[in-house]
């Protein structure tokens, strides 16, 4: 149980294109989904919290306008990277913690995001 | 924020040997998970500890939570190359989990 998948697991895009990738929890139902930008052999840095039907709490330094997060069911959060730059290149991981349970969260297996 | 300080950052230990990792913070939390992370992959989680003085064993791996609910340590016994990977601890806090720095952990043949 508790399985989150990301979708893509891997992109490519150019320089001001917009990418969007999904988390869903597949056995569970997530109140509250995560987003984690890691950079290489670095720990995870919390990008935004958001709640199913409302909307995300970014954390300092994040920018909203640029990372667009929506949570439009209990199983899915989607987070789109818009007017992509290079340095926007990164691993995105989300997680998801279910109704009720403990501050586990569950990770999905993250997204590689590579921008030209 | 609550700090979670991690240490050792990074190991290097031979296939066989024993080994410690420490997660240390001066906040009390609700909970503390640990989790494994491979190259490319997103963190596996390993375990949650939740009552203070808590042991939880997972095969080789052994994990305590301290008493005050402040700290926790991981404990690998003879370590395989497979335990190779970043160790991850994370702090609840109500909402948000607090990770630690992680160790990266290499375990040779």
């Known amino acids: 149980g508790a399985v989150v998948s990301q979708h893509p697991s891997r992109v490519i895009c150019k320089s001001g294109t917009s990418v969007k990738i999904e988390c869903r929890s597949l056995?569970?139902?997530?109140?509250?989904m995560f987003w984690y930008r890691q950079f290489p052999k670095q720990s995870l840095m919390l990008m935004a919290t958001s709640n199913e039907g409302s909307k995300a709490t970014y954390e300092q330094g994040v920018e909203k306008d640029k990372f667009l997060i929506n949570h439009a069911s209990l199983t899915l959060s989607t987070l789109t990277v818009t007017s992509a730059h290079p340095e926007d290149s990164s691993f995105y991981i989300c997680?998801?913690?279910?109704?009720?349970?403990?501050?586990?969260?569950?990770f999905g297996p993250g997204t590689r995001l590579t921008v030209l | 924020t609550q700090l979670l300080e991690q240490s050792p950052q990074f190991l290097s230990i031979q296939e066989g040997e024993n080994l410690t990792v420490y997660c240390n913070s001066s906040?009390?939390?609700?909970?503390l998970q640990w989790y494994r992370q491979e190259p490319g992959e997103g963190p596996v989680l390993l375990v949650t500890?939740?009552?203070?003085?808590e042991v939880k064993k997972l095969k080789r791996l052994t994990f305590q939570f301290g008493d005050a609910r402040k700290d926790s340590s991981l404990h690998i016994t003879a370590a395989q190359p497979g335990d190779t990977g970043l160790y991850l601890c994370a702090g609840g806090a109500g909402y948000a989990l607090n990770f630690g720095k992680g160790t990266s952990l290499l375990v040779t043949p």
């Open positions: 500890v939740v009552t203070g003085g």
């Open positions: 997680s998801a913690r279910s109704a009720g349970g403990l501050d586990t969260q569950y």
């Open positions: 906040s009390v939390f609700s909970s």
């Open positions: 056995d569970f139902q997530a109140t509250t």
